[in-house]
């Protein structure tokens, strides 16, 4: 009697366990291109936004805009859950030694944080929303 009892009550834990929801899910989505600069600075890029905002057709694009002869690598690191795009954009009004950039995520209008991290140890944080958030930084070492 002590095993069926035993027995039945493993049986309802198990039951309940499976049905709970996992705590490792994502709170939050991330994608970064790494940008590297013929000028010698290499910049990441991180945009972060809440998993809630994320679909299957979800794109985070990066409209990197440099000086006339400025030439970019990209290295997009790989196991993201979010696709990136960047596009790089070589303009005669843009000023020598330094990008803008414009971070898009499709899916709606929601908010979007933007970490600019290099060159050196420096780094700028900048809140907007997944329909456009610019910023502007040096692209020297």
């Excluded at 309940?16 to 991330?30: D, I, K, T, Y």
């Excluded at 010698?40 to 990066?62: E, K």
Aim: contains cysteine; neutral net charge; glycine residues 10%.
């Amino acid at each position: 009697m002590k095993r069926w009892l035993a027995s039945a009550v493993a049986a309802v834990i198990l039951t309940l366990g499976v049905g709970l929801p996992s705590a490792a899910a994502p709170e939050w989505c991330e994608v970064d291109p790494i940008l590297h600069f013929s000028d010698g600075g290499t910049v990441r890029l991180t945009a972060q936004f809440r998993s809630v905002y994320l679909t299957p057709s979800t794109v985070a694009t990066f409209d990197v805009t440099v000086a006339k002869g400025t030439h970019v690598s990209v290295t997009i690191p790989k196991g993201l859950a979010v696709p990136e795009k960047v596009n790089i954009i070589n303009s005669s009004s843009q000023d020598e030694g330094t990008a803008s950039v414009n971070v898009t995520v499709s899916g709606g209008k929601f908010p979007i944080t933007v970490i600019r991290s290099g060159p050196g140890d420096q780094y700028t944080v900048t809140h907007g929303q997944s329909t456009g958030t610019r910023l502007s930084f040096s692209t020297e070492e």
